[in-house]
């Protein structure tokens, strides 16, 4: 089965500090894609990245950085010099072809909280 | 850019009423889903629908749920007698076919049942 696990429930970081949010994840299949998502006070969910199994190429944007393991089906997102307006819950997910209509599994999240 | 919209924003209905939760996907879509978030919870998975069939739904989508595609635009949602746990944000999300495994979420309709 499909299972998503984000074990941090929550971090606390100071403005500027690097924090790092990790996620591991399972699935039997080798064609799948792994994204991440924050979630704001708002609400909505704000897309980050999508990453499919067959590029394990780490990629950066901006502050972001993502770091994608298949030996050890991990998906780590860190976040360079947070901000105070980086202050949100961010949810790993995985999406599966063979799980039929393509639905997508969330992790429990990671509610972040950046300081001033 | 396209996106999905959802309406209303936000609804407060009475325990036992029915409730339509809105959605319009992004026009060239063919898959739609609603995933649910419980206050504090992860988002959890409800139902996808597929030419105009459901095409897979979780253990919460029971016989209180219905989804529907009404038109050639909206896809709606529809609890029978709302329940206070019913209490949630619903996400509306839609992908487009070919292999396309990103979906496109709404904004969520955040459903308060009294």
């Known amino acids: 089965a499909q299972k998503v696990t984000q074990a941090q429930t929550e971090i606390s970081v100071v403005e500027k500090e690097d924090v790092t949010l990790d996620c591991v994840y399972e699935?039997?299949?080798?064609?799948?894609?792994l994204f991440w998502y924050k979630q704001p006070p708002s609400g909505e969910l704000v897309f980050l990245i999508r990453?499919?199994?067959?590029?394990?190429q780490n990629e950066i944007s901006g502050r972001y950085s993502w770091n994608f393991q298949k030996s050890t089906s991990s998906f780590n997102f860190t976040i360079t010099a947070s901000q105070v307006v980086d202050s949100a819950v961010y949810f790993c997910?995985?999406?599966?072809?063979?799980?039929?209509?393509?639905?997508?599994?969330f992790g429990a999240g990671t509610r972040l909280f950046v300081k001033a | 850019e396209p996106e999905v919209t959802q309406t209303p924003s936000h609804q407060v209905t009475q325990m036992g009423q029915e409730v339509i939760l809105r959605c319009v996907p992004i026009s060239n879509h063919l898959y739609f889903y609603w995933y649910r978030q419980i206050l504090g919870q992860k988002v959890e998975f409800l139902v996808s629908?597929?030419?105009?069939?459901?095409?897979?739904k979780s253990e919460i989508f029971d016989d209180q749920f219905s989804v529907e595609r009404p038109d050639g635009s909206n896809f709606t949602l529809k609890i029978r007698s709302t329940k206070l746990e019913d209490s949630a944000m619903y996400f509306c999300a839609s992908s487009e076919w070919g292999g396309d495994l990103e979906a496109f979420f709404g904004q969520g309709t955040r459903l308060t049942v009294v």
């Open positions: 990453r499919n199994s067959f590029d394990e």
């Open positions: 997910a995985l999406s599966d072809p063979n799980t039929g209509g393509f639905k997508t599994i």
């Open positions: 699935t039997r299949d080798t064609t799948y894609y």
């Open positions: 629908f597929y030419n105009n069939e459901i095409s897979e």
